[in-house]
């Protein structure tokens, strides 16, 4: 799937000739046992989305973990665009960090795309020993050919936001990334930009206070996150914390815009349903505001009497037009315009589950955006449990997908039925001319049906990158 040029390395050599790739044929996640009662490990899923297969919509290949509870989340390349300019390289390793084991899998994908096989495994001592840090989370490749993931933590569970290297050859664990001491209080998800010399990391929380459920009061005890930390990407030392506060709570996916010249991008903050923008001034440093805001609603029938949206992930198109957010708790995905950066303006929106059904038990009181309680959504004939949290959009940007699984103790906490029934995948077709959004009826993947009971299904990625995998330089 990546371009075919005399000298060229991985993935494409601009966001826009990203867009003019081939269709996407079939797509990777993994799929959790942890927290479901089965006792199987998590296995990586090769799910058909080509629409003239014959298997299309349909899981042709697994590959199990050789351990259990290991909480496979999400992954990320050996090599991807970074490294165009090196035709030695190739992207044919997908790293698998484990969320709560702290193991790393490196999965050949290169030998047979369709049937993934494992080629290493990084033990857990490897990286305690070596870095001091654990809860492996997002992996990025390096134009260095190295391969960076970020922690949640370090082995005791407490919040540690630092870097794991490791070596792009041997994938032998090289050290941290950070300088001694200059690890960040919490880690999550991380963006780096070498043209203007900067990476971006955010905070999600202690791993001991998050790793089965959600408790408020972890929040009042200052064990979850609520900064954006600002790197020097030459140095490696941390130059600034922006404090987003209380309506920047547990900032989560963070992404710069595609274009390598852009100096801003976009975080997606859970616990107050906020987006802020984050910028580089005219004096040189770095700041944020906030650009959207979905209100919380009023409710009865529910945990708490007030119910967040909880924005999880979020996305941008190639062509930096489209930002996509799934609000997990609301149920429903939102599409914004941001070709005003700074006043995004709503073109999409579509329920596909969540905590408010208008069959459910719980009532919404007061909503400040008058929204009327959405209905069940069924495609091809099963009622979608959980709601809608990971996103991947085509190349094109004309097809976004979706699965429903956040977290499995978060998910048990908060969608019991779907650690019954599986998560599912679906694809929404997306308006690019005008915005808009529209379930395709005819595509889901169940994962309620799998082979050792219905399993969890996370992030998506496609063999040749895609927009939350590759970094241009």
Known sequence: MATKCTGCGPGYKSPLDAMKGPREEIVYLPCIYRNTGIQKPDYLATVDVDPKSPTYCQVIHRLPMPNLNDELHHSGWNACSSCFGDSSKKRNRLILPSLISSRVYIVDTGTDPRAPQMHKIVEPTDIFWKTGLANPHTTHCLGSGQI??????????????????????????????????????????????????VMMSTEWGAPKALAYGFNPEHVKEGLYGSKIHVWDWTTHKRLQSLDLGEEGAVPLEIRFLHDPAATEG????????????????????????????????????????????????????????????????????????????????????????????????????????????????????????????????????????????????????????????????????????????????????????????????????????????????
């Open 148 to 197: 960076m993931i970020s922690s949640l933590g370090d082995p005791s569970g407490n919040g540690k936001g630092g870097f794991i290297l490791l070596d792009g050859k041997t994938f032998e664990v090289v050290g941290n990334w950070e300088l001694p001491g200059e690890a960040a209080p919490f880690g999550y998800d991380f963006w780096y930009q070498p043209r203007h010399n």
């Open 266 to 473: 976009y975080v997606g903050c859970a616990l107050q349903g906020t987006v802020f923008r984050f910028y580089r001034t005219p004096k040189g440093d770095w700041a944020a505001e906030k650009v959207i805001h979905v209100p919380s609603k009023k409710v009865e029938g529910w945990t708490l009497p007030v119910m967040p949206s909880l924005i999880t992930d979020i996305l941008i198109s190639l062509d930096d037009r489209f930002l996509y957010f799934s609000n997990w708790l609301h149920g429903d995905i939102r599409q914004y315009d941001i070709t005003n950066r700074r006043n995004p303006r709503l073109a999409g929106q579509l329920f596909l589950g969540g905590s408010i059904l208008n069959d459910g038990p719980v009532k919404v009181l007061e909503d400040p955006e008058n929204q009327s309680q959405p209905p069940p959504r069924t495609i091809k004939g099963k009622r979608i449990p959980g709601s809608p949290q990971m996103l991947q959009l085509s190349l094109d940007g004309k097809r976004l997908y979706v699965t429903t699984s956040l977290y499995s103790g978060w998910d048990k906490q908060f969608y019991p039925e779907m650690i019954k029934e599986g998560s599912v995948m679906m694809q929404i077709d997306v308006n690019t001319a005008n915005g808009g959004l529209k379930v395709n009826e005819n595509f889901l993947v169940d994962f309620g049906k799998e082979p050792n009971g219905p399993a969890l299904a996370h992030e998506l990625r496609y063999p040749g990158g895609d927009c939350t995998s590759d970094i241009w330089l």
